[in-house]
């Protein structure tokens, strides 16, 4: 199966992408352009500041975990409920990025980066963020509370990936 890289923005008219420093604190990769391979792809089918939690199984995931956690879900994406009329609103373009000069920078965030400009070869514009995540295939979870999910995730045996945790509310209590 052929190698399909993705980069997800709120800018919908992108002709091509030049290398940049991390968005993160990690400055290790230096400038680069950052693309996500398919399997990761709904994790970022939402508004770029939103927080989310998104889990699935993985091979160390235990029984127990995926039935406490992900229930007879295989892919959770859960997001606090003060976002759900940013993601009603959100539209976002999908770019298909070609891979030759992408390589691997984290295997588990499923995150590829190229030290080269890229010009994508292919957009989607999305309307729906909720319908394209739930054709994905994606169980999505509104919380009130984002905190607890996101404990019980992270001490978990489950494949996971928390974004932008620090925009979601504090936590009660």
Same mark, same amino acid.
């Given at each position: 199966m %052929?190698?399909? #890289?993705f980069?997800?923005?709120e &800018? #919908?008219d992108?002709?091509?992408?030049? =290398?940049?420093p991390? =968005?993160?604190?990690?400055?290790t #990769?230096?400038? !680069?352009?950052?693309s996500? !391979?398919?399997?990761? +792809? /709904?994790?970022? #089918?939402?508004?770029r500041? !939103?927080?989310?939690?998104? @889990?699935?199984?993985?091979?160390? *995931? ?7 956690i992900?229930?007879? $879900?295989?892919?959770?994406? $859960? @997001? =606090?409920? *003060?976002? +759900?009329?940013?993601?009603r609103?959100v539209?976002l $373009?999908?770019?298909?990025? /070609?891979?030759q *000069? @992408?390589f691997?920078?984290?295997?588990e965030?499923?995150y ?6 890229v &010009?994508?070869?292919?957009? *989607? +514009?999305?309307?729906?963020a909720?319908g ?7 169980e ?15 001490g978990?045996s489950l494949r996971?990936?928390i974004i932008? !945790?620090?925009? %979601? &509310? =504090?936590? +009660?209590g």
């Amino acid at each position: 199966m %052929a190698l399909r #890289l993705f980069h997800v923005s709120e &800018e #919908l008219d992108i002709a091509r992408f030049e =290398p940049r420093p991390s =968005p993160s604190t990690n400055t290790t #990769l230096g400038v !680069c352009v950052w693309s996500i !391979c398919e399997a990761h +792809l /709904p994790n970022y #089918l939402l508004p770029r500041d !939103c927080p989310r939690v998104c @889990f699935r199984r993985g091979p160390r *995931t235990t029984d127990e975990d995926a039935g406490r956690i992900l229930g007879g $879900a295989d892919h959770v994406v $859960a @997001f =606090p409920a *003060t976002w +759900l009329e940013a993601v009603r609103r959100v539209q976002l $373009a999908v770019y298909e990025m /070609p891979s030759q *000069t @992408f390589f691997e920078a984290n295997a588990e965030a499923g995150y590829w980066i190229s030290r080269n400009a890229v &010009e994508p070869v292919r957009r *989607t +514009l999305i309307d729906d963020a909720l319908g394209a995540l739930v054709g994905a295939g994606v169980e999505v979870r509104v919380l009130q509370d984002i905190w607890p999910l996101r404990d019980a995730v992270v001490g978990s045996s489950l494949r996971f990936s928390i974004i932008r !945790c620090r925009n %979601a &509310e =504090p936590r +009660l209590g």
